[in-house]
């Protein structure tokens, strides 16, 4: 099955930024509802950020700090992460389909969509 692939995590102190990436340029639709995920602990992943035909959306507690933006040329789509803080430490996943419309909450990679393998995001204080 061909996954989307995320890139971009690491390591970085509190307050600074990373910017995460997801190709889906193997998908078979060319414009995909995108959504990045987060998975901290256990078995369940938040939502993060979707975007679906250019309209976006953001767990509430996230937005202002986090957004979510699509090149369409280059069929991916960018996670801007600033002012990060430990809490924000986890595996971030993309994944694409609409099951993100089911709710802020869900088991990581089993929820129908297709899933990429994750990027490790680590924020120390």
């Known amino acids: 099955e061909v996954q989307p692939v995320e890139s971009g995590g690491g390591s970085v102190q509190a307050g600074g930024s990373l910017r995460l990436s997801c190709s889906h340029s193997?998908?078979?639709?060319?414009?995909?509802?995108i959504t990045w995920w987060r998975q901290r602990d256990g078995t369940w992943c938040q939502l993060v950020a979707s975007i679906s035909d250019d309209e976006t959306y953001y767990t509430d507690s996230l937005e202002g700090r986090f957004t979510i933006s699509e090149d369409r040329y280059k069929k991916t789509v960018y996670l801007q992460m600033n002012t990060l803080k430990p809490d924000d430490t986890a595996i971030y996943y993309c994944a694409a389909g609409p099951a993100w419309r089911n709710g802020g909450w869900q088991h990581c990679r089993s929820n129908g969509d297709t899933w990429g393998q994750g990027t490790q995001v680590t924020v120390s204080s």
């Open positions: 193997g998908l078979t639709s060319d414009t995909p509802d």
